[in-house]
């Protein structure tokens, strides 16, 4: 065990785990914003409607992560009018085609998973909204929604440490993030078991802490679920 | 007609060692995943800790590392190791080996805590009558638990069935000629990297969705004895 070659890589180890949450943060934000209206798509009666938001998320969620990175990065350059367009100057970086394809894989799962939340809330409490006359914004925004997100967590967390996982793909197309990095400095020293048992640990603590977060964000949302303190 | 420019046979080759990748760590998954269930119940702690070790560190590593780890760490382990005997020679681990551990490995750990729940789930009682009739462990094992885990677990291994195919698609990295693979240096001969990655895509998409709805059907069968609701 080469211990002073993992300490001497430790901070480029960790400058790489930055634009790891980088990635992933950006990837959750944009994908929660696109995964909501695919879910409220998905759930409507319209066939019109409902039929992209269930091939979005069929296609997305029926391919793996890496054919899709590879789609966007080396695929869409097969088209002039995408090179030529304003377009290329986003599409031709590695950073941008990773949060795009980490965006477009996250949105359709958590796309799925809201739906199945939005299904879940009881039918009775939707007709009582609507008996008081409440209009659909209005039932989702007060009914559905608060409970939805609530029954969404548990999904919605391993989701979040499967992006985590998934963004160490970023490295395939060239992108330096803990996995990139990590590869390249093997590529140099050539000490495979150290360095990726050293990226391995950094990415457990970061999934770990990833699940300490759902845990307790859980506990405050099931507040109502709870007895009341001094009562047991 | 799309045209592959020739390269069709090859996209099919690799699709076949696709499947054949899969269905090998399927088949490696299931056996360990078996394995860690039963570590898990044991009655000596260490054993219990031990796959619970195991089964974290696999679990938050992603599947990727873990490809990268087990095909260029495992190398250098097993030459280190091989070199305190004294042996010389220069051994390789080849892809496929190490793309089956890496994520039929993967598999095992998820399906650790699904066989871990299903043999819970299985009354106590019909392991005492089974006892009561003079079957021994291994024969309880096979006739009164294993059926029944069968029908509990399907539905949730099912599912890491499709994680996997797709997960297959990463041992391209270290150079297994599957599909995605395939894809690859057709694009590097043909310069039409959205053609053959999307025909890949569909090929992925077409392999997940005939899994889907076989499951769906095993899931039926595996159910026959019970009466719906």
Redesign the interface.
């Known amino acids: 065990m080469d211990f002073e070659l993992m300490g001497q890589s430790l901070p480029q180890l960790l400058k790489g785990t930055l634009l790891t949450l980088e990635l992933v943060g950006l990837a959750l934000v944009i994908g929660m914003a696109v995964a909501v209206p695919i879910a409220l798509l998905r759930v409507s009666k319209r066939r019109w409607l409902m039929l992209p938001a269930y091939g979005y998320i ?2 997305f969620r ?7 990175f ?2 966007v990065y ?6 002039t009018f995408i090179r030529e367009s304003i377009l290329w100057t986003v599409l031709r970086e590695p950073y941008w085609c990773s949060i795009i394809a980490l965006t477009i894989n996250t949105s359709a799962y958590t796309g799925e998973v809201l739906r199945g939340a939005i299904q879940a809330v009881s039918r009775g409490q939707i007709e009582a909204g609507l008996a008081l006359g409440m209009s659909s914004w209005q039932l989702l925004r007060r009914i559905i929604g608060p409970q939805a997100l609530r029954l969404a967590l548990p999904g919605y967390s391993n989701e979040v440490i499967l992006l ?6 970023a ?2 197309v060239t992108l330096l993030e803990l ?1 990139g990095v ?2 390249n400095i ?1 590529a140099v020293t050539f ?3 150290e360095l ?1 048992l050293l ?2 640990g950094i ?2 603590v970061m ?2 802490m990833a699940t300490r977060v759902f845990v307790f964000v859980e506990y405050r949302l099931s507040a109502h679920r709870r007895p009341a303190v001094g009562t047991v | 007609m799309i045209n592959f420019y020739g390269f069709g046979g090859t996209l099919a080759a690799g699709t076949w060692m696709t499947i054949q990748v899969s269905l090998l760590s399927l088949a490696f998954g299931l056996f360990f995943g078996l394995v860690g269930a039963v570590a898990k119940l044991s009655r000596f702690m260490p054993i219990r800790a031990g796959a619970g070790l195991v089964t ?2 696999v ?7 873990l490809v ?2 087990v095909y ?2 495992g190398s ?2 097993i030459n280190n190791v091989l070199s305190w005997f004294g042996y010389q020679g220069y051994v390789e681990i080849n892809a496929l080996g190490a793309g089956v551990l890496a994520i039929g490995g993967t598999f095992a750990a998820y399906a650790t805590e699904v066989f871990r729940g299903a043999i819970l789930a299985v009354p106590e009682g019909q392991v005492e009558a089974a006892r009561a009739l003079g079957m021994h462990r291994f024969l309880i094992f096979r006739r009164i638990l294993l059926p029944q885990v069968w029908r509990y677990a399907l539905p949730a291994l099912g599912n890491l069935f499709l994680i996997l195919q ?5 041992v ?2 270290i150079g297994l000629h599957e599909l ?1 693979r395939r ?2 240096v057709a ?1 590097g001969y043909t ?5 053959f ?2 025909a ?2 569909l090929i ?2 077409a392999i ?2 005939v899994t889907s709805f076989s499951l769906q059907l095993m899931e039926n069968r595996a159910a026959r004895g019970v009466r719906r609701a």
């Open positions: 069929f296609f029926g391919t793996p992560l890496l054919v899709q590879f789609l080396y695929g869409l350059s097969q088209f985590v996982k998934s963004s160490a793909l490295s395939t996995t990590t590869r093997i000490k495979p078991v990726y990226a391995g990415y457990l999934t770990f | 974290t560190v679990r938050g590593v992603p599947e990727l590392v990268l780890a260029f760490g250098v382990l797709k997960n297959t698609a990463l391209s990295v995605m894809a690859s694009v310069k039409k990297p959205f053609t990655y999307m890949a895509a992925y998409l997940t969705t």
